[in-house]
Each structure stands twice: as structure tokens, then as C-alpha cells.
């Protein structure tokens, strides 16, 4: 769609606020949510939960692979891992897999014995609105028996898990099977598998949504987080957090998701926007990307400015695991393998392949509704997912020694991901033949090109597919290189550079670079309307008329005496109606620099007579050197000078009274000499 300039509306997001007035927390809600290992997650969203950003989601989604279960960039692969499910959100991942019946028979008085109440509306899917939850559970009744308090914190948790980590298509009701999920408190549930198996589902139905009402649901609170830690795109300013009660409980400590506590909300027009992620997304490198936000390998959480929930490193042996991901109809498969980049580990090329089998995702209790028992279904990947974990935790077993991240091999990764896969999503602004055979491109030609067609018409002008044009192009050479280097010749190492210097003159000029050839002409060619006589160009300027209309004569007379004072005074203004002659035919001959009065077009004849100035002749490496001795010896007598008048200011009162005296000393010597005489 990208390529036929058609733009799609981005996807509506069904996440949901859980804090504020509509439904609080009671504390009395604790002792109930503790059994469920959901604390820290409870905590987390019922205190504030930041503003998401829609279009940034969509142009992430835009590159989701459903059969790898990772976003394919530029930068290469990255995805939602279960070491990012305990860092944000500190759900369990050890537990029961998540998946019961989702048969809804009798499911009213089901509801009933959970939470003492049930819609009375007829011909309803099983579940409840959200609007009807807030009205019956928003607040416990201040000294309301236990039972009923257990009641509150049900549905609260219902109310919660619904609109935060399940949020489905409708993003209006609660279903009835989350809510069968607390019947009983000590179910020891693998929370944080069920969200990352809905999220991947989630990803892979909104991927291939193209309609004008597209959403998509699962814990956008987990997607948004997890991409402001890596990724550049789309991330809002932070502003200043919020202040955290713990409640001097450890399961009430923060997790990552608090350094983005309070955001600015998003402003911007949402087509703009939209294209704008998308075209930072087309030119992110590896080089831009924070691949390990929580630290690097045996210092996790080391470098956060403040004391993280111990639920989030709890189970950190488990979050490279290659495992099933169930949460009811849905199995996803979590591949850390292709993502080692962002444990700080090896990646190998290619990745191991795992197959995610079409089948099961076309598994879905919308297209399959005659499928209820799903534990039944997903038997063969609920046991393999147990098998794992105890093989994993199991003390006998030999851990898999780890190799550290290597950048060659990474670049070997991305080179191998760049040719079975597409990285972009907008075209190159140009195409090879744009550049042409190397001759300099006509302006009118290039301005027929599709892209600077669009960019003229400010539709959509954008660099980034201008830089990715490069980036293709100069590939290209590179590989062309290679092989005329690994010939060794003379005569393909010729070829290479002319049709390389070739290719760099159409590059230049499609990118607005100007170059000239050797013979590319510096002046205008005459046309008719100033066109000189062939008789005038012999006669050397002969016939050329001064500002009063009168033949210009003399011109040649002691034209070596001029010539010789001009160039030895440097003063030639006294004489020049003697050496015009000279000067004329001169630029008779078009060997000046400047352009004068009647090279112009239509330009009018000059009232007053115009100085011409002799072109000046290039420096030679004599003169050069004349001329730099002369400079630095005028430089040593202004010296010479400027110390001599110190040294006369200095002496000077000395000397004067010296002067004095012996004047004084004189004056009276000769009196007696001439009274001697005299006498």
C-alpha cells in the first residue's frame, strides 16, 4: 500500500485505565490479589499507567512476521520476550499454563456464585460490560464481611485483567472466561506465558488488518514500554515520575515500566505522524537501538535509579526459553534465538528455524465455535511447555554454556536477514537507471522523475528514501569492487574506476551535487543580439567607442613605458587614456575574468567610461617565493622600526636632562674664553 501512496487509518488501540475515581483499589483487596501472584502487576496499573501513542504502534506493527513472531528492521530482528514480561510487568511465568473450557452454559449462575451478581440482559455474550462492573463493584461497603470483600476483589481483578493485559476487538466487555480463572485462590497460574501468547495473537490478526475500523487489543502497556526502552521512534518526553508507596512491601516495588511513569500526552496530526515512524523505522541501524535496556549479562536492573520489585528477576533462568505460549485457543511459539542480540549474546546465522505451524493460528474461539475444551486440545503443548521448565530447573541438567555478543557475526546476521526478508516499507527514491551512464542529467529530465515529481508537488517528500537509495547503490559498488579487485588486472581495475567515477556523477547529480567535466563551457555562448563582428574580433578592439562616442587613438604609443610603470609603481590611474589601447585589446581578446557592461544580454550602452582591469597572471613557484621573501623583509623593518620608537620613548626624559646640562655646561665656557682674549 505503501508503494501505490495509499495510507491506511492506524490501528484503534483497546487498551483501557484501570486507576482513577471509576473503579479504586481497596487495600482489602491485598491478601486475595497476593494468592495470585498478581501484586506487583495490580500495583503497577492501579496507581497510573502512561498515554500510548497509536500511530507509533501501528508503523511497529506494520513490520510483525507472524511466522518468525518478531518485528523485521532495518537493524534486524526484535520482538516482546519473556525477560521483557518479568521486567515491566513482573508476572509469573512458572505455573499452570493458562487454558480452561471455554464453554458458556449456565455461566450467569456461574457469575452469580463468584461475585453475587450477573446481568439481567437477554441475548448477551457471556460476560459483562465494563460500564456494568463499575456501577456494582466500585466501591466495598466499609465493614463488609470477608465473603463479600473476596466477592469485590474478584471482580476487581476481572475488571482489571480484561482491560489491561486480554482486551479483545469489542473493547467494551469483560468475558466471562477470565473471570472463571479466580474461582479459586490458589491457582498457581504462568500469568506472564497468557499475556505474551495474547499479545503475539494480537500481532498477528492487526498485521494483516487493512480496514477502516482495525484495532488491536492484548497489553499495549507491555508493546508501548517495551518499544520507549529500545527504540527511538515514536517515544514521548518523559516528564517526572510520580511518587511510588510501596507500602514498605517488597511485592510493591517498582518495575521497569516506571521509568516512563508520566509521559506527555501525544499531540500531532495522525497521518503525519504516521508516516513520519515509518520513514525513522526505514532508516534505524543497530547503531540506534538500546538492545539491552535493563543491563547487560549477570548485572540486571544494576544501573535503574531505583530498587526494583524482586518478582522481576525472579525468574530470569527461564526467559531464554524456546517454548509453547498458551492462553486458551491461542499457542504462540516464544523463539529467544532470534532475538539474542538483546540478551548481549551470540546471534548465529541463520536462526534456528521453528516451525509456528499455520494451523494454530488459524485457532480461534470466533472461528471455531464448536470447540470448547481447549486443555483437551492443547494437551500435547501444555505437557511440552511442563517438560521445559522442569528440565530446566532441574539440577542434573548441564546448562548450555553462553557465548558473548560478537559484531561480526551480527553483521553476517543482518547481511543473511537482509536477503530473506524485507527490512523497508518505502520504496528507494530512485531507481538504478536514474543514475544514468555518467553523463550530467539534463535538469528537465530529472525533474520528470516520479520522486522529485511528488517531493514538487509536497506530496509526501521524504529524505529517508533518498538515503535508502544510497545505502542500495553504494552496496552495489562495494560488491563490484570486490570482484575487479579479486581479478587483479590492469584492464578490469580501468573499467571499474570509469564506470565508477560514471555512476558517481549521475549519484551526485541526482542528489543535487553539481560537477563539471574538463571541457564544460564557463561562459555564455554569443547569440545574435550580441553578436561581434568577425572584422572588429581581428582588429584587436580598435574600433571600440569610449563613454563620450569618439574613436579611441593613441592607444599604442609608449605602450612599454606604461606597461613598465604600471607593473613597477602599481599606479597606472595617471595614465590612462596612454595605456588604454592595451587594456582594450586585451579584453578584445576575452582573456579577462570579470564580466563587463556589454557581455551582459540586452544591456544598455554605458553612460560613463568603464575601468578595465589587466587579468591577473598566475603565481609561479618563483614568484611565489619572491614575493613571500619580500613580504617577511617588510615585515622585519616595520619591526625594526616599531622597536626603535619604544626605545626612543623609553630614554627619552633621561636623555633630554642630559642634553640640558651639557648644554648649560657649554654655555658658560665659552664667555670666559672670549673675556680672555679680549683682555
Aim: glycine share 6%; net charge negative; aromatic share 8%.
Amino acid at each position: 500500500m505503501a508503494e501505490k501512496g495509499e495510507v491506511f487509518k492506524w490501528l484503534h488501540l483497546r487498551c483501557h485505565e484501570v486507576h482513577g475515581k471509576k473503579m479504586p483499589y481497596d487495600e482489602r483487596y491485598t491478601q486475595y490479589i497476593k494468592k495470585t501472584g498478581l501484586l506487583p502487576f495490580v500495583h503497577l496499573v492501579s496507581r497510573s499507567t502512561p498515554h500510548m501513542n497509536p500511530c507509533a504502534i501501528t508503523a511497529l506493527v506494520d513490520r510483525w512476521r507472524p511466522e518468525t513472531h518478531s518485528f523485521h528492521l532495518p537493524c534486524g530482528e526484535m520482538t516482546v520476550t519473556l525477560q521483557d514480561v518479568s521486567m515491566i510487568l513482573a508476572l509469573p511465568i512458572k505455573g499452570e499454563p493458562v487454558c480452561r473450557s471455554t464453554s458458556s452454559d449456565g455461566w450467569r449462575e456461574a457469575m452469580r456464585d463468584l461475585i453475587g451478581n450477573a446481568p439481567t440482559t437477554e441475548k448477551m455474550s457471556a460476560g459483562a460490560p465494563y460500564s456494568w462492573i463499575q456501577r456494582n463493584f466500585k466501591k466495598c461497603p466499609e465493614g463488609a464481611e470477608d465473603e463479600v470483600v473476596e466477592m469485590y476483589a474478584r471482580a476487581y481483578l476481572w475488571y482489571v485483567v480484561s482491560r489491561v493485559l486480554f482486551s479483545d476487538g469489542t473493547g467494551s466487555n469483560a468475558s466471562f472466561m477470565w473471570l472463571q480463572l479466580f474461582a479459586g485462590w490458589e491457582h498457581n497460574l504462568s500469568w506472564g506465558t497468557a499475556a505474551l501468547a495474547y499479545l503475539y495473537r494480537q500481532l498477528d490478526d492487526a498485521c494483516c488488518k487493512t480496514g477502516k475500523g482495525a484495532s488491536i487489543g492484548g497489553c499495549m502497556l507491555l508493546l508501548s514500554i517495551w518499544s520507549w526502552l529500545r527504540l527511538p521512534v515514536g517515544r514521548p518526553i518523559e516528564m517526572r515520575r510520580n511518587d511510588w508507596n510501596d507500602h514498605r512491601d517488597p511485592l510493591r516495588f517498582p518495575t521497569a515500566a516506571y521509568i516512563w511513569d508520566n509521559t506527555e500526552p501525544f499531540h500531532g496530526e495522525s497521518k503525519e505522524c504516521y508516516m513520519r515512524y515509518i520513514s525513522q523505522l526505514d532508516a534505524l541501524t543497530p547503531e540506534k537501538v538500546t538492545w539491552e535496556p535493563y543491563g547487560e549479562p549477570g548485572s540486571i536492573a544494576r544501573h535503574i535509579l531505583f530498587r526494583v520489585n524482586p518478582k522481576c528477576l525472579e525468574e530470569a533462568h527461564l526467559w531464554r526459553m524456546t517454548c509453547p505460549l498458551i492462553c486458551f485457543y491461542a499457542v504462540e511459539y516464544h523463539l529467544p534465538d532470534r532475538v539474542m542480540r538483546q540478551f548481549g549474546l551470540f546471534q548465529e546465522t541463520p536462526p534456528p528455524w521453528k516451525d509456528t505451524r499455520i494451523e494454530l493460528h488459524e485457532l480461534d474461539k470466533i472461528r471455531q465455535k464448536k470447540e470448547k475444551n481447549w486443555p483437551i486440545r492443547h494437551r500435547h503443548y501444555i505437557n511440552k511447555f511442563k517438560a521445559i521448565i522442569r528440565r530446566i530447573e532441574d539440577p542434573k541438567t548441564v546448562p548450555v554454556p553462553l557465548q558473548p555478543f560478537d559484531s561480526e557475526a551480527f553483521n553476517r546476521y543482518l547481511f543473511w536477514l537482509g536477503s530473506v526478508s524485507r527490512l523497508y516499507i518505502k520504496p528507494p527514491a530512485f531507481a538504478p537507471v536514474d543514475v544514468g551512464d555518467g553523463t550530467y542529467p539534463d535538469d528537465e529530465d530529472m525533474a520528470k522523475l516520479d520522486y522529485n515529481r511528488r517531493t514538487r508537488e509536497g506530496r509526501n517528500p521524504d529524505p529517508t528514501r533518498e538515503l535508502r537509495f544510497v545505502r542500495q547503490e553504494v552496496s552495489r559498488v562495494l560488491s563490484d569492487a570486490e570482484l575487479a579487485l579479486q581479478s587483479g588486472t590492469e584492464s578490469t581495475l580501468r573499467v571499474f574506476a570509469e564506470r565508477t567515477k560514471n555512476w558517481a556523477r549521475g549519484l551526485c547529480a541526482l542528489l543535487g551535487c553539481r560537477t563539471i567535466e574538463a571541457a564544460s563551457p564557463t561562459r555564455p555562448t554569443p547569440t545574435s543580439s550580441y553578436e561581434h563582428n568577425e572584422d572588429e574580433d581581428e582588429g584587436g578592439g580598435e574600433d571600440e567607442v569610449d563613454g563620450d562616442g569618439e574613436d579611441d587613438e593613441g592607444g599604442d604609443e609608449d605602450e612599454g613605458e606604461d606597461e613598465d610603470e604600471d607593473e613597477g609603481e602599481g599606479d597606472g590611474e595617471d595614465d590612462e587614456g596612454e595605456d588604454e589601447g592595451e587594456e582594450e585589446e586585451e579584453l578584445g581578446a576575452k582573456q579577462h575574468d570579470e564580466i563587463g557592461m556589454s557581455q551582459l544580454l540586452d544591456a544598455p550602452s554605458p553612460s560613463q567610461r568603464l575601468k578595465r582591469h589587466k587579468p591577473r597572471e598566475p603565481y609561479t613557484p618563483d614568484e611565489w617565493n619572491k614575493k613571500k621573501a619580500l613580504e617577511e623583509e617588510r615585515a622585519r623593518k616595520a619591526e625594526r622600526a616599531r622597536k626603535a620608537h619604544e626605545d626612543e620613548d623609553d630614554d627619552g626624559p633621561r636623555r633630554r636632562r642630559k642634553n640640558e646640562h651639557r648644554m648649560k655646561a657649554n654655555a658658560d665656557r665659552p664667555t670666559a674664553k672670549r673675556g680672555k682674549g679680549r683682555e
